[in-house]
């Protein structure tokens, strides 16, 4: 039972254009969500946060997009650049203790310059 | 960056045989979370520790055990290998583990079983 689910397991985009990875959830216990950026032989490294009493959060390219109603969220990078070409994971957390995070599949973003 | 290591970072074993992977962080946080990532199923929970000596199953338990002995230290312990924990294998770390959800990540360890 896949509670958080990134759909397509892959985008491409141009440089400079707007990138946007989609993300589900089924738990409505969520309350916090994350992205994490992941390159090749790396770990994943932490990029962007909400929680659910907001609908958006920026910072700098990056912002995160939260529409609880239709369990859904979304990462804007504008504009893109061929760096931003990495997998990018999106996590849920809340109702569970310990502070434990649920991955969906990841989507591999593609950045041509 | 937080002070993760992991060891070994790639490993080939046996099917059978017992295999123990170490994570140790410099920043004295008290959560510690091993996960593994395969295609099409993204970042999966293993176990977790919110203390020493203090330790939990997650989502995908089964053939694995942990230990903590010390803040510092957490280890994985597949106790017989199979092929189907060939895996790339994440510890990672977090300061409060409740408020503040953000994990930091080690590098990661390749675990191939043949």
């Known amino acids: 039972d896949q509670q958080v689910k990134q759909n397509s397991p892959s985008l491409s985009v141009q440089e400079g254009r707007i990138s946007i990875l989609n993300c589900d959830y089924t738990?409505?216990?969520?309350?916090?969500f994350l992205w994490y950026k992941k390159y090749p032989a790396e770990g994943p490294t932490f990029l962007i946060s909400?929680?659910?009493?907001?609908d958006k959060n920026e910072d700098g390219r990056f912002t995160v997009f939260l529409n609880k109603s239709a369990k859904h969220l979304s990462l804007h990078i504008v504009p893109s650049q061929p760096g931003d070409s990495a997998v990018y994971f999106c996590?849920?957390?809340?109702?569970?203790?310990?502070?434990?995070?649920?991955f969906g599949q990841g989507t591999i973003l593609t950045v041509h310059p | 960056d937080a002070g993760i290591t992991q060891s070994p970072r790639h490993k080939v074993t046996e099917t059978g045989t017992p295999v123990t992977l170490r994570c140790h962080q410099t920043e004295n946080h008290r959560y510690m979370y091993w996960y593994r990532q395969d295609p099409g199923h993204g970042l999966r929970l293993i176990h977790y520790s919110y203390g020493v000596k203090d330790t939990d199953k997650g989502e995908v338990s089964d053939g694995y055990s942990v230990s903590r002995s010390k803040t510092e230290d957490f280890l994985l312990t597949l106790e017989s290998a199979t092929s189907s924990q060939t895996s790339v294998y994440f510890c990672a770390i977090s300061e409060q583990g409740g408020a503040s959800y953000e994990q930091y990540f080690g590098p990661g360890t390749r675990l191939t079983v043949t």
């Open positions: 996590a849920a957390a809340g109702g569970t203790s310990y502070g434990k995070l649920t």
């Open positions: 909400i929680s659910s009493i907001k």
């Open positions: 738990n409505s216990m969520f309350d916090y």
